[in-house]
């Protein structure tokens, strides 16, 4: 309590220790909105994207069957036990200016998707793969045999099932994308205007001395993983009450 | 024969998405640090610097593991165990690190223990070091790997349930020896998990030591700041080195968390 507490106590106090007026000033400053609206835009996209091929992907990995499976599905936390930094190098090793496939997409906004596709692959996966396999095969057997098409059984008896687990992952994905910092250093270039998100925007803050500034625009990333956190018990709460 | 068209379309996008994002990029490093054989990668790799910043990150790794095992072991016993006022609190709090920026987290411990923070004057007087030095660097790293062993712990001591340690209880053990017995057996393999993922999150933190630390270089300088420092310094081949080192480290953590992910569902 101390330990996560005291810190952000202060951070909130650094934040509107010079008034409302400077803390108000230090958000809508322009550079600040442009990288807040982005870090938002980027995030929801990597969100959308990560629902649909992290749903696809756990079920290929409950479902299917294939050779390597086990590697596969190994291979799924690797973002997790990689720092980040390093997903950052390697994403620019294939898709920077030296790539040997010829796509160089470095220093762009596209590359901000990929690094943030990239550290939240495993959240929707694994959140998804658990539901899936509890859910009964003989449902959707029953469904298909009393002449429902496989897309209106994937609508009507599958979706509804694993939408909390899809719901969660996501929230969680969009949190660790708001927050994302070491996987974008170096790919995006941290251009004003352009590819700096609100995470590198407050380091440059911080490395310029203007920690009232840093700290304000802190705290509105804090409040977005509060309230991101909050929606994730929400969603739990509902999933859960059917068990109680 | 349509449904298996489906369920190899299916795996194709599944297998491209993951080879795009994850195992792609992973190789192109692995082959282009050892286009030219392993001796350019050992050189770069055993620079005083680079050896020094791979003993840091080892030492603030070795301080931060046992402090969160402990007190996520802590923590699991608190939450599911015990009633208290606060519970909900802690229970949102814990995974609070999880979903928080790195950046902020450092800024935030900047502000507290840096010059003009609260506590930042009282510890110069006393001649005391933490901003720029290594306790910063390893509060910082305790923060961002905080939940991990409780977030393992908590689903298993729930599943488990409290019946043995009433029994044990019961036939007058004291709390000492049924935790020692009873529950530290029973929840073993997911303390191993959650330490495994301490360990992996320590060695690769980032954005939060990268501002406590002040990069001073061959003192403050971990090895994920030393792969920024190399990089900054146009020395990809130094910057691939120590990545490959880092990405060995991952890998190792990925087999150790499928060798143990089925046991932890047994038990």
């Given at each position: 309590m101390v330990m996560v507490g005291l810190p952000l106590a202060a951070l909130m106090w650094e934040a509107t220790s010079e008034g409302t007026q400077s803390f108000r000033d230090a958000v809508s400053s322009p550079e600040a909105v442009a990288a807040l609206k982005l870090t938002l835009g980027a995030s929801f996209a990597v969100s959308i994207l990560n629902a649909v091929l992290g749903t696809i992907t756990a079920w290929v990995l409950v479902r299917d069957d294939f050779r390597g499976k086990t590697v596969v599905n190994a291979i799924i936390d690797l973002p997790f036990a990689l720092p980040t930094i390093v997903a950052g190098l390697t994403l620019l090793a294939l898709y920077g200016p030296t790539s040997p496939v010829g796509i160089d997409v470095a220093f762009s906004r596209t590359a901000i998707v990929l690094a943030l596709m990239f550290v939240t692959l495993p959240f929707v996966v694994r959140t998804v793969q658990p539901v899936l396999q509890e859910l009964d095969p003989e449902l959707e057997e029953a469904a298909h045999s009393l002449g429902a098409s496989r897309a209106r059984t994937f609508v009507k008896v599958i979706l509804p099932n694993i939408l909390p687990g899809i719901l969660s992952g996501v929230a969680l994905a969009f949190a660790k994308a708001v927050g994302e910092f070491g996987s974008l250093v170096i790919i995006?270039?941290?251009?004003?205007?352009?590819?700096?998100v609100s995470s590198v925007h407050i380091y440059g803050r911080i490395e310029s001395g203007d920690s009232a500034g840093a700290a304000a625009v802190a705290v509105v990333l804090l409040g977005i993983s509060f309230l991101t956190l909050l929606s994730i018990g929400v969603i739990r709460h509902f999933a859960t009450r059917h068990d109680r | 024969m349509r449904r298996l068209v489906s369920r190899l379309g299916l795996r194709a996008i599944a297998l491209l998405y993951l080879a795009v994002i994850l195992v792609g990029p992973l190789a192109i490093v692995f082959w282009r640090t050892f286009e030219d054989g392993f001796a350019p990668a050992w050189d770069a790799l055993t620079t005083p610097e680079t050896i020094n910043a791979f003993k840091l990150t080892l030492i603030i790794t070795a301080i931060a593991v046992p402090v969160n095992t402990v007190f996520g072991i802590v923590c699991a016993l608190a939450i599911v165990r015990r009633r208290f006022p606060g519970k909900g609190l802690l229970n949102a709090f814990i995974d609070l690190p999880l979903a928080l920026s790195p950046v902020v987290v450092g800024l935030s411990l900047f502000l507290l223990?840096?010059?003009?923070?609260?506590f930042g004057s009282w510890l110069s007087d006393h001649g005391i070091e933490v901003l720029f030095a290594l306790p910063s660097m390893v509060i910082a790293t305790i923060f961002v790997s905080l939940p991990f062993v409780a977030r393992e712990v908590v689903p298993t001591l729930r599943e488990i349930g409290d019946d043995q340690e009433q029994a044990a209880f019961t036939l007058g053990a004291s709390g000492w020896q049924t935790f020692w017995r009873i529950t530290l057996p029973s929840i073993r393999w997911a303390v191993i998990y959650g330490v495994i993922l301490t360990t992996a999150r320590c060695l690769g933190e980032y954005g939060a030591v990268a501002v406590v630390s002040g990069r001073l270089q061959g003192q403050t300088e971990t090895a994920t700041l030393r792969v920024q420092e190399r990089w900054d310094a146009f020395d990809l081949a130094g910057a691939y080195a120590i990545s490959i080192v880092l990405a060995l480290i991952a890998i190792l953590v990925l087999i150790a968390m499928t060798v143990i992910r089925p046991k932890e569902e047994i038990s």
């Open positions: 995006t270039g941290n251009i004003p205007f352009e590819t700096e | 223990y840096g010059q003009e923070g609260w």
